[in-house]
């Protein structure tokens, strides 16, 4: 009960902070944002309206380093949307390391035909407003969008994210049997629930593999999850 | 669309079908996938899905099953379900084997982007058949087997005016009634509402069995409470009605009024329709293998028929036809194939087929005739057409004819002259061999091609019987060897041994041996027709034959037919191959007194014939 109590009060921090947030927010796509209501904490699991979300950076660090790409799609009853599939290489400065460039394989060329990150941000708050975000590994997407609303708008709203890296680590915490932490890989967790194999580093492509991963997941499950259960 | 997509769009794109599909239609179509995830275990469609959805599998395996869990079929990576994409038309059950990946497309949407593809469209809709192939193909036959009865509604064959009269007339007045009108049943109306029925029935049973006045009203031996139709039901509601409820004629209703008259005659004549429809069917068919499927309709109208009650003449003349459409439409297809025939030539029927006496099942008996003008390079033409027909014929069920009598035998593919030989030497020089060949070449029809050919010969075939006692007489009594069970007064002398054991072989001891005299009347007397009911009509009165021996001859003959079609009808309707075995467990006690009176029928011709000579 606790944990209950403690997820109930982190969920009405989010709402809380919308609210507030919202009074000072400059007009435009954060305001739009914010003037949606999350979802409900209770609410079942077929019926949360989520986008899957998936970063590409040249880095780690969310000052330091830039948002590449972004990629989402909506996972609406249980179902990957994939008409609302979006997917936007965005224009940044300087040129990109040779390392990376294979990691992600967004070149030069693509980057300096891409979109301006205001833009991209824009489509992507549009998107989001009023449904919880999807992600593997929460940290990147959250540092990153945070990071970039700051810079564009001056503050960064509150965001509720189910991240698929922690709800399968729950799981596995839960069993005895000690596991290898590469195995709460993207690809790893797939391979685990029979998922075909993905062509990763593409954010459209992760976004639907982490979504696909979610529906796997929850299909497991004797009873459905709700949205407090899966909530980070 | 975006470059992301591009590993799904390949997937999709190497997909059968959708590899016809340039990019920028499959990448319409990809924006139409939905991505859902089915456990083990759970059943298609997706809980909260009522959509018709086409769904690809993307990883994992689903399985059909039957109504009865029967398991139809598996699906795995890469394979197409198309079963929600219509209404659903079969009882298919389709459940996730493992756990599953799926693309769900909705169907009308995918029809729309693909509409300017028919070959695509066509394997979607192909596929759909191959997977519902066992239970569609029947659906198909069933309702061409019913369309007549399903599509006719009693608007279209009820009889009209029906003969009506009021409550108050007298049975004897109502009886001369329906003599004068020769109907079988009145209607009894007061102030044009109909009270109920009277039938010949009812005036034998219920007035002069009973000794019931024939002054009284008519009122006190109908039927009341009487089931009518209404006007607009189909054919086949007022078959199941008089079926269930016994009865053979139904009032037909407009609204409260009386209009007319349903009886189970006109049904059966509408039923003929059948082998019309079948025929027309036969007609468009473009390939053999269409021939072959429309020829497992054959089997369920003969089943129908014979539990309508038709007549064994009916569904013999009806099947007949029916082959005969076969064989022309085999036969136009090898024209096309071959060009056109280089001399005047003739397909011929020989045997049950000719005699338009067929039933199911039957072997193929065929020959070809052939204008003189034959010239030894035309030979191949006509072996070609033998061979591609008598091929076709088989593929439709016809066997082939274990004593080789089939166009494809050299010696049955002959020119006229030499059919005119082939018939002198076998009235000239009756050696057992010929007259074996004569119950067959005797009973021949053209079915295609030019009928003269057959028919000169046939006038100088019959000249020279009726002039060759010595012909006729070794065919009696070559005949006369088929004897109909001897000792059937006490019993029936049964098969005593093999797989027909204490059977009676219904053909040959009872069917075969009038087919044989009716033959013998025919040739003796110049008559050119085939068939032995008519045979047998138009012998009466001849010296050969007396009207009345003629008329028992043909009551024995149909009720035998009638026999051997019941027992084959419950043999297809079982699934088994019909046969001639008649278990005498399968009669009733009237039937066997039937039996044993067609046999003594029989027996006195025969016996007079051999007294002839």
């Known amino acids: ?232 | 669309m975006d470059s992301a997509l591009t590993e799904i769009s390949d997937f999709i794109h190497a997909l059968p079908a959708m590899e016809l599909l340039p990019s920028q239609i499959i990448e319409q179509v990809v924006k139409e996938i939905s991505i859902c995830y089915v456990r083990r275990g759970q059943v298609l469609p997706p809980r909260g899905v009522s959509e018709h959805n086409l769904y690809i599998l993307r990883k994992g395996a689903l399985s059909y099953a039957s109504e009865n869990d029967e398991l139809l079929a598996k699906y795995g990576e890469g394979d197409i379900c198309t079963v929600f994409c219509h209404e659903p038309q079969d009882n298919i059950k389709v459940c996730a084997e493992e756990d599953t990946l799926l693309y769900s497309i909705h169907y009308p949407t995918f029809h729309k982007i693909v509409k300017h593809y028919p070959d695509v469209l066509a394997f979607f809709q192909h596929t759909a058949e191959q997977r519902l192939s066992k239970k569609m193909l029947q659906v198909n036959e069933d309702a061409i087997v019913n369309s007549s009865l399903l599509n006719s509604t009693v608007e279209k064959f009820y009889h009209s005016p029906v003969v009506s009269v009021s409550s108050s007339t007298s049975i004897k007045q109502a009886a001369i009634l329906m003599t004068e009108e020769n109907f079988s049943c009145l209607v009894i109306v007061d102030q044009g509402q109909p009270l109920g029925i009277v039938t010949d029935k009812d005036i034998r049973r219920r007035c002069v069995a009973q000794g019931l006045a024939t002054e009284q009203p008519v009122s006190a031996i109908m039927t009341d409470n009487m089931t009518t139709i209404d006007i607009k039901s189909t054919a086949y509601d007022a078959l199941l009605i008089m079926t269930q409820q016994h009865i053979h004629h139904l009032p037909v209703m407009q609204n409260t009024k009386l209009v007319g008259m349903v009886t189970v005659t006109d049904l059966m004549n509408n039923e003929g329709q059948n082998a019309v429809n079948i025929t027309s069917v036969i007609h468009k068919a473009k390939t053999v293998a269409e021939l072959s499927e429309i020829s497992h309709m054959i089997p369920k109208l003969q089943i129908r028929m014979a539990k309508l009650g038709t007549t064994a003449d009916h569904v013999g003349k009806s099947i007949s036809a029916i082959t005969m459409a076969f064989t022309i439409r085999l036969i136009e297809m090898a024209e096309k194939l071959l060009g056109p025939a280089p001399v005047p030539f003739a397909w011929l029927a020989a045997g049950s087929q000719a005699r338009q006496e067929q039933f199911v099942h039957s072997d193929q008996d065929n020959a070809l005739i052939i204008s003189n003008d034959l010239k030894p390079e035309h030979e191949y033409w006509f072996k070609d057409l033998a061979t591609f027909v008598c091929d076709g014929l088989a593929a439709c069920g016809f066997v082939y004819c274990p004593g080789n009598v089939m166009a494809t035998n050299p010696k049955w593919c002959q020119t006229q002259a030499k059919w005119h030989q082939y018939f002198t030497q076998w009235i000239h020089n009756p050696e057992p061999k010929a007259l074996m060949h004569c119950s067959i070449f005797f009973d021949l029809s053209t079915v295609y091609g030019d009928s003269h050919l057959l028919e000169q010969v046939r006038e100088k075939m019959l000249k020279a019987t009726q002039l060759s006692t010595l012909f006729i007489a070794h065919l009696t009594k070559n005949a006369l060897n088929l004897r109909p069970p001897l000792g059937f007064f006490r019993d029936f002398v049964l098969i005593q041994d093999g797989e027909n054991k204490a059977t009676l072989d219904i053909k040959h001891n009872g069917i075969a041996p009038i087919v044989d005299l009716a033959r013998i009347y025919a040739l003796s007397e110049g008559i050119a027709c085939v068939n032995t009911i008519e045979r047998l009509k138009l012998a009466a009165g001849t010296p050969s034959l007396t009207r009345a021996s003629a008329a028992n001859l043909i009551a024995a003959y149909e009720f035998l037919s009638m026999l051997r079609m019941t027992h084959q009808a419950n043999k297809l309707q079982q699934g088994q191959q019909p046969n001639n075995y008649l278990s005498p467990k399968e009669l009733s006690k009237l039937e066997r007194e039937h039996l044993k009176d067609a046999f003594k029928v029989i027996k006195t011709l025969q016996d007079s014939r051999q007294s002839t000579f």
């Not at chain 1, 967004?106 to 708050?125: E, H, N, R």
């Not at chain 1, 990147?140 to 709203?157: H, K, N, T």
């Open chain 1, 1 to 232: 009960m606790l944990e209950h109590h403690f997820l109930f009060r982190s969920f009405i921090g989010y709402e809380a902070q919308r609210k507030r947030m919202l009074k000072s927010a400059p007009a435009g796509p954060l305001r739009t944002f914010l003037s949606q209501p999350f979802p409900a904490l209770d609410t079942p699991f077929e019926d949360i309206e989520i986008l899957a979300v998936d970063f590409e950076t040249t880095g780690l660090d969310a000052v330091k380093d830039k948002l590449l790409s972004v990629g989402c799609v909506d996972v609406t009853q249980q179902q990957i949307k994939l008409a609302s599939s979006y997917h936007a290489i965005i224009h940044t400065q300087g040129s990109l390391q040779a390392d990376n460039v294979t990691i992600h394989q967004i070149t030069d060329d693509q980057k300096d035909q891409g979109q301006p990150l205001a833009d991209v941000i824009a489509q992507l708050l549009e998107r989001l407003a009023g449904k919880v975000m999807l992600v593997h590994f929460a940290r990147i997407e959250r540092q990153f969008l945070r990071q970039a609303c700051l810079e564009l708008y001056g503050m960064a709203p509150p965001l509720p994210i189910i991240d698929t890296l922690v709800v399968a680590k729950k799981m596995l915490d839960k069993s005895a049997v000690a596991y290898d932490p590469s195995q709460l890989r993207l690809a790893a967790l797939r391979a685990k629930y029979h998922l075909p194999d993905h062509y990763a580093h593409n954010a459209l492509n992760d976004a639907i593999a982490t979504a696909e991963l979610l529906l796997a997941i929850n299909a497991e499950r004797q009873q459905a999850l709700s949205l407090q259960q899966l909530i980070l």
